[in-house]
């Protein structure tokens, strides 16, 4: 059994317009309203202020003249964005990921609706208070005998209604065993290098609407702020960034599901993007390759269709290493795409070779349990000592 989430698109009537835009207000309200306690509870009190007493100062917000309309929407979407804010703060202080940032009505929002604000019946989503299902575009059923545990309703920037109906799957979805087997190497102009030689190229989304993003940037940027100008035009630029989005998670759906259908083993490196991206100079071209989440699907696909996914040490020397007699070459600039081994006189694309290494690795790591990081050498370990805290470079990917 896993757990599925399935999005679709909606449209709702005027009536159910309204009272999601109010849910979703509330819920804002309330999220930046515990937010604003938890903060100024530390730093005027030097105290931490727990999930359990924010729930109570909802309790008491309801009771405020100025709030009583917090008591106009489902009370559960509430509950939840402040569940949400104690997992932000739990991922916090785990370093994990940063302070939490107060909601903004421009970048839309979400309400998440349990078992108990929302009803299943006839294949329809019925939310409470609202007397007539949701007009969803199905675009796929779910299973047979599977029932949605929680329905999240969202609106974008660009104005567009979609709602994440969350089940749990009994499907066996395991694949037949198959024999073959690829080392992945991600790049940016290639974006991905199997070891069979195959190479997938880099659709580049964002680029191919630069542009076009770039004229409606500059539009929006003449428009009065608060006049109905600017926001038809903050429309048309959120349409585009909804585009070079969607087409770019339709893609690396597309990829990552026809890679572990076809592979029994896939073995890739287990890149820091997020120390990577701090180089001003790469920051655009390795986050528009989506590296992270190319690597996030394969895992947890790899898991549904019972395949194998193993993440290799990111400083094992996959382009270095010769792939014919294993001899490492001291140096090897990112410019260089080809090179003779100087040990075996091999040929070697750069990208290909690496490939092939790290599947290598991965094999030795699935059948032994074998470590692949390499072995640092002494002048490496010293500088390292000796390098101040917070000014080590991050190694740049070969």
């Not at 940027?221 to 349409?239: E, I, T």
């Not at 585009?240 to 893609?251: C, E, G, L, S, Y």
């Not at 073995?267 to 100079?281: I, R, S």
């Not at 490939?355 to 072995?375: F, K, Y």
Request: charged content about 30%; aromatic content about 8%; proline content about 4%.
């Amino acid at each position: 059994m896993v757990e599925k989430a399935y999005r679709y698109r909606f449209y709702p009537t005027p009536e159910q317009e309204t009272l999601l835009r109010r849910t979703l207000g509330c819920v804002r309200l309330v999220y930046n309203k515990a937010l604003d306690a938890r903060t100024s509870g530390w730093y005027k009190r030097s105290r931490r202020i727990s999930y359990k007493e924010t729930s109570l100062m909802l309790t008491e917000w309801k009771k405020q003249d100025d709030l009583f309309f917090l008591n106009d929407v489902s009370s559960v979407p509430l509950q939840q964005g402040l569940r949400h804010l104690q997992t932000a703060f739990t991922n916090f202080f785990a370093g994990r990921s940063k302070y939490p940032n107060f909601k903004k009505k421009r970048n839309g929002g979400t309400a998440e609706f349990t078992k108990s604000a929302f009803k299943w019946k006839d294949g329809q989503v019925y939310l409470a208070k609202c007397k007539e299902p949701l007009a969803i575009r199905w675009s796929r059923q779910l299973p047979a005998n599977c029932t949605p545990s929680i329905v999240t309703v969202s609106l974008d920037s660009s104005d567009r209604w979609q709602i994440s109906i969350r089940f749990d799957d009994h499907r066996d979805l395991s694949l037949p065993t198959t024999d073959k087997q690829v080392g992945l190497d991600l790049g940016v102009t290639s974006l991905i290098t199997t070891s069979d030689g195959d190479k997938i190229a880099n659709p580049k989304h964002f680029k191919k609407l630069k542009k076009k993003l770039a004229k409606y940037q500059k539009a929006l940027s003449r428009k009065q702020k608060g006049s109905n100008n600017r926001y038809k035009a903050r429309l048309k630029l959120a349409r585009v960034h909804a585009q070079i989005k969607d087409a770019r998670r339709d893609f690396t759906h597309k990829l990552t599901t026809q890679l572990v259908r076809e592979n029994q083993l896939i073995a890739f490196e287990d890149l820091a993007v997020k120390n990577l991206v701090k180089n001003h100079k790469l920051a655009q071209v390795i986050s528009e390759a989506n590296w992270a989440e190319i690597i996030r699907q394969i895992k947890y696909k790899s898991q549904w269709y019972n395949r194998e996914a193993i993440s290799i040490d990111k400083w094992f020397p996959s382009s270095k290493l010769c792939s014919v007699c294993l001899n490492r070459v001291e140096s090897l600039p990112l410019n260089i795409r080809e090179w003779d081994c100087l040990s075996c006189n091999a040929h070697h694309d750069r990208d290909i070779n690496a490939s092939i290494n790290i599947l290598a690795a991965g094999l030795a790591v699935s059948v032994c349990g074998a470590t692949v990081r390499p072995e640092e050498s002494k002048s490496r370990k010293a500088g390292a000592k000796n390098c101040p805290k917070g000014r080590r470079k991050q190694k740049p990917k070969s």
